[in-house]
């Protein structure tokens, strides 16, 4: 079939809540569970692409919720894509985008599940639509965040005795600076050389706070802070970046590839987590990590704790980053106690092996499916 006749025959989208492995403690959030909108498109030509969306805490992370989402998904975007003359995924995002204003994670969803289609068509993994794959696998990291010392250390060192991970971060922000600045301090302490420690404040530290903590975090031997300030305060990440104690990422901040070019520009991070989903899509996250390159800061590969689809859809796109030395945190897919997919994903050497199959690779378990869709 000629891809100008093809159509989109199918839309449906599912909410689902699949517990976790453990408590997931944030500044903002604690999480027992992980809530997902799954979209599942289907093409005249019988091709499937399958496509996610997940937040954190609900609405406490940004402005898009998973209920949201698929509202917006089923009642403004369907009609946008159902029975219209598809031509390419470009331009379906662009008159997606035309139409939508903001959405980032419902458009992300989308694009995820028309690249998956592509693939299929075509035979080739996504990372293939992106510019092509540079790296078959990628450091992957894992959050500590049960919030108890031991807990934390004994879950850190069942993980580099395993050769799972040997990069850990830390969510802090939560209680005094000098609180968790201690339990930090004595987790690397523990550790020591074989393992990197980063934090991530989520946004919680007044430019007071951020100051004594990096000092203090600096001096613990700690090598990142992640989003110590507000979203916003772009000038306060700045002057951090200008005192060069200790390398500071920016998260929350990074909202698209404007503002991308407006912090680098101003150089207010040392490194950008790129998310799929705060981007708005696969395409925009790509801009955001060429800007952030272009700019002579480093991108990093991030999360919104999607499970297979949306972790594999960023597998596929930081496989084509020409470089990635601060690695990624594609490690949700282990956070969540079952899958609703059939394949496994494979954790090795301290990091993921990128899927190399038409697509993303990933077929759902119907069973499962069922199972955790919200009744
Ligand atoms: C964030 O802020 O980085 C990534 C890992 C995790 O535990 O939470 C997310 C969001
Ligand atoms: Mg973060």
């Known amino acids: 079939m000629n891809v100008t006749e093809l159509k989109i025959e199918k839309f449906e989208s599912f909410l689902l809540d699949v517990p976790t492995i453990r408590p997931h403690i944030l500044s903002m959030a604690t999480m027992h569970?992980?809530?997902?909108?799954?979209?599942?498109?289907?093409?005249?030509?019988?091709?499937?692409?399958?496509?996610?969306?997940?937040?954190?805490?609900?609405?406490?992370?940004?402005?898009?919720?998973?209920?949201?989402?698929?509202?917006?998904?089923?009642?403004?975007f369907a009609p946008l894509l159902l029975n219209q003359p598809y031509k390419s995924v470009g331009g379906t995002m662009l008159r997606i985008n035309k139409n939508i204003v903001g959405?980032?994670?419902?458009?992300?969803?989308?694009?995820?599940?028309?690249?998956?289609?592509?693939?299929?068509?075509?035979?080739?993994?996504?990372?293939e639509l992106l510019g092509g794959r540079i790296?078959?696998?990628?450091?992957?990291?894992?959050?500590?965040?049960?919030?108890?010392?031991?807990?934390?250390?004994?879950?850190?060192?069942?993980?580099?005795a395993s050769r799972r991970h040997n990069v850990f971060k830390i969510k802090i922000g939560k209680r005094s600076v000098d609180q968790d600045v201690a339990h930090v301090a004595a987790i690397k302490q523990a550790l020591g050389d074989a393992a990197s420690i980063r934090v991530d404040v989520n946004q919680a530290w007044t430019r007071w706070q951020a100051n004594r903590g990096s000092a203090m975090l600096a001096d613990a031997g700690i090598d990142l802070i992640e989003q110590p300030l507000r979203h916003d305060d772009i000038e306060g990440m700045k002057q951090l970046v200008q005192q060069?104690?200790?390398?500071?990422?920016?998260?929350?901040?990074?909202?698209?590839?404007?503002?991308?070019?407006?912090?680098?520009?101003?150089?207010?991070?040392?490194?950008?987590?790129?998310?799929?989903?705060?981007?708005?899509?696969?395409?925009?996250?790509?801009?955001?990590?060429?800007?952030?390159?272009i700019s002579g800061a480093a991108p990093y590969g991030g999360t919104m704790l999607e499970p297979?689809?949306?972790?594999?859809?960023?597998?596929?796109?930081?496989?084509?980053?020409?470089?990635?030395?601060?690695?990624?945190?594609?490690?949700?897919?282990?956070?969540?106690?079952?899958?609703?997919?059939?394949?496994?994903?494979?954790?090795?050497d301290f990091g993921l092996t990128v899927p190399n199959s038409p697509g993303l690779g990933i077929s759902l378990d119907e069973d499962k499916v069922s199972y955790f869709s919200r009744k």
């Open 33 to 76: 569970s992980q809530t997902i909108v799954l979209l599942r498109i289907t093409f005249s030509d019988g091709t499937v692409g399958l496509g996610e969306a997940s937040t954190i805490g609900g609405l406490a992370y940004g402005d898009e919720s998973p209920e949201g989402i698929k509202v917006s998904l089923d009642s403004y």
């Open 103 to 127: 959405n980032r994670f419902a458009k992300n969803a989308i694009e995820i599940a028309l690249m998956d289609a592509m693939g299929h068509r075509l035979g080739v993994p996504v990372s």
């Open 135 to 160: 790296v078959d696998h990628i450091p992957v990291l894992w959050v500590l965040a049960s919030g108890d010392l031991s807990k934390d250390i004994a879950e850190a060192e069942e993980m580099i």
């Open 308 to 348: 297979h689809i949306g972790t594999v859809a960023s597998a596929q796109l930081f496989s084509t980053f020409p470089s990635l030395e601060w690695g990624t945190e594609l490690f949700a897919p282990l956070l969540l106690k079952e899958q609703y997919v059939n394949e496994t994903l494979d954790y090795v």
């Open 244 to 293: 060069g104690r200790i390398a500071i990422m920016a998260d929350e901040s990074v909202q698209g590839p404007k503002i991308a070019f407006d912090m680098t520009t101003a150089y207010s991070a040392d490194v950008y987590s790129i998310k799929i989903a705060q981007s708005g899509g696969l395409s925009e996250a790509a801009r955001v990590a060429s800007i952030v390159s």
